[in-house]
């Protein structure tokens, strides 16, 4: 492994380590544009030279490689005024719109001008002038005026999601990114080039121009879009959700993340339960502190003698889960359980599976660790339909398929749920849950590794939270010494004790990117 000296510090690094990633264990940042380290190192940009000791001239820390005995200086005089000339250089012909730029405050040109700019501009010409606002597919807006020709949006696309859709055209300063003819950017991974973009020039048009980002709060959480359970941040404002942009995981979905699962963003803001309901189709609003002890005078005569199903989404957390079939178990009574939720789409080699499902393994698991076989949910139907099951308590609104005509013959339909579904218009009851956004717990994906969010906000509206509401619930029916779970964090303590796959696990365990529960020694 060569050893080299960067700024007066030594550090080995892996034979093959360009000097940028070996600057980086020295906790050195060097500045770059073009490069990436999940893609290819064109060192088209020049932003990144570096002076290095009996080198002819400058080099690329992106593309050069670390050697024995080398001597980098990312700071040296010679270093600086090179990056200095090479952002007058990209200025030329970039527009000064910063105002009105949708990048503004996450745009690496305003960052390193401040930093290694701050020059007086002597260009005086008149400037390259491209398309503006021009539409690449469903997702991706771009302003050729503002690209700094990076490239990096061309090599995501051909390299990691495989499907070359753009390219770069013409010549000399008249370069630019484009699609091909008649050939739109609409590929499942398309927005991660707006992520990548360094620059205003890619921008996403469901985001664009709805908020400044330095308003927004960022919350660690998990893609809820599909079983792959992709890292994420939810960004936010005010009680809004506004996007979710990936988080780094190298066992999960490294820098990226679909477009199918960006925009279940929306499943926080849209088509919300704020308030209790009472009647099918909504019909009343009732405040959910008043909502309760009625549907607890409902469910108390039906616990364990009346013909009584329930349903477990597999959006549940694992917590959630956990409540739930001790709820289902000591105090409804009930054996008869049917895992619901989304029904199968899309799957492919990238990161999208079929089971667009967050949790179904982790509700398995908790079931299972409860003594509860879960059923599936056309048998359970089919007994409601021959009049076998009267009454249904669900835990999430989501069903694979409409099925409201059958659900509507039941005699008693309680729901708890944070969005409205075809199951809550035939509810008789609506008990209004928080979203993924204003709860915590965990999920275990479809690759068995366990994964946290995080709370950001206080549940909105008249919403609770998940094991809250069950244990009001519980309260309000008085059983409350039965059902002792107050909250997210006791649920998960108890689970981990009663699941063989848990024992031993905390919250703290997990950490930001998981545990593998496939590893034997996980929980220790």
Known sequence: MPKLTIDGKEVEV????????????????????????????????????????????????????????????????KTLNAQKAVLEFLFVNHPIDCPICDQSGECKLQDYYMDHGQYHPRFKETKVHGDKAKRLGPHVVLDQERCIKCTRCVRFMDEVARNPQLGMFERGDHSIIDIYPDKPLDDPYSMNVVDICPVGALTNDDFRFHKRVWFLSRTPSICPGCARGCNIEIHHHEGVAYRYLPRENEAVNKSWTCDEGRMTYRWINDHRVLIGHAGRGHEKRIRTRELLPQVAAKLKPLAGSFPTAAFISADASNEEAWAFARFCKDILRVQTVALIGKADGVQDNILRVSDKNPNRAGVQLAFDAAGISLLD?????????????????????????????????????????????HLTMVADYVLPLGSLLEREGTFVNAFNRIQKFNQGLNPLGQSLDGVAALHELAVAMGQGPSFTLKNAGEAFAALAASAPALNGLTWEKIGSLGLDLNQPAAAA
């Open 14 to 77: 892996p034979s093959g380590t360009p000097i940028i990633k070996a600057a980086e264990q020295l906790g050195i940042t060097i500045p770059h544009y073009c490069y990436h380290p999940r893609l290819s190192s064109p060192a088209n940009c020049r932003m990144c030279l570096v002076e290095i000791e009996k080198a002819p001239k400058m080099m690329p820390a992106c593309y050069t490689q670390a050697a024995e005995g080398m001597v980098v200086k990312t700071s040296s005089e």
């Open 377 to 421: 949910y056309p048998s359970v139907l089919t007994k409601i339909g021959a009049g076998e099951i009267k009454a249904v308590v669900s835990f999430g609104p989501d069903l694979p398929s409409n099925d409201s005509d059958v659900l509507s013959r039941l005699e008693l339909l309680v729901v708890l749920a944070a969005n409205k579904s």
